[in-house]
C-alpha cells in the first residue's frame, strides 16, 4: 500500500502533504509512564512511515508529516490504527 501511495504522490504534485497518524486508543493506560511508552512507540511507527515514504518511495519529507494521536476507542478504532490525511493545492482563482 505505501508504494501505491509513494506512486500516487509522485503522480500527483498538487497533493501537498500527507499527514501519517497513529492512533493511541485512550484507554491503554492508566499509568503515566506507561502511557508516555505507548505515545513514543506509536510515533516511531508513524516515523518509521515516514522514513519508508522518504527513503524508499523518493517522496520529499516536507510533503509529509507523522505524529501520534491519541483518540477514544469509540468508533471501532483499534491500537495502532494508521490514518493518512492528503492536502491538496488549491487550483489557482479558486476559493
Known sequence: MLGELGRLLREHPEILLVRIEVDV???????????????????????AVLEYLWRRER???ERLEAVAVT???????TRWQVTLRIVERAKRGSR
Not at 25 to 47: F, M, N, Y
Not at 71 to 77: D, F, P, T
Request: proline letters at 6%.
Open 71 to 77: 483518540r477514544s476507542a469509540e468508533g471501532g478504532r
Open 25 to 47: 486508543v485512550s484507554t491503554l493506560a492508566a499509568d503515566p509512564g506507561e502511557r508516555r511508552h505507548e505515545i513514543e512507540k506509536a510515533q516511531a511507527r508513524a516515523d
Open 59 to 61: 517522496i520529499s519529507p
